[in-house]
């Protein structure tokens, strides 16, 4: 089986994003033993990643959101659609006119549309028989099967992994002691954060400090 995973997230950024998208490849290619090609945007596009996959593609990206993914999308077709088993990607337009192309397209969500156009395009994507939806939680499955109907055999629910030897150390830790080692003993408000801050974001937590000098604030994951 060969996988094609297209993306038009900038490898050189230093987002959580980028991060993810390293990390899926490596992941892929472990899994499926190498049969996984790679389209992806580096500003240097001569860099050399050391992925456990030597089939990159590296394509300097463009300004535009949209003209990148446009970008990557006829790259994608010209190079995969000849060989490829299953086409993943974490962007719905790539993948809703990948429908059109390959035999079976991945769009991997970690959230519902956040706009009238990203809810239409959801929508077809999911009208086609080769769609597969892909999920990180239990709760967003649900979430998505209300609002569009998913047939079941075309929703999965994939958690976000990592290698778990890098975390054993801490899987003994039970809630107090995650207390204990994250909050301090004198707090008594606590502000809790999770996932990426993106531009401005990190002003709300100068606005919450300056409301209330005593609460504590724990950022947790990606990037500030």
Known sequence: MKILFSSSVNLDANSAQALQIKSMIDAFSRVYLG???AILCS????ASYEFSTSDIQLIKPL???LLRRIQ???RTLYFGFSNTSIFYTREIFVALIGTFFFKRVAYEAH???VSFVSYI???LFLLRDNSRLIVITASLKASYSQLFKVRSESLHVIHDSAPSNSYRSVDILDRQNWRSLLIPSHCSKLALHTGSLYKGGIDVFKQLSQIDPNIFILHIGATL
């Open 35 to 37: 049969n996984i090609s």
């Open 63 to 65: 300004d535009s959101k």
């Open 43 to 46: 500003d240097d596009y001569k």
């Open 72 to 74: 990557v999308l006829l």
């Open 121 to 123: 395009f959801t929508y």
């Open 111 to 113: 959230k519902l549309p």
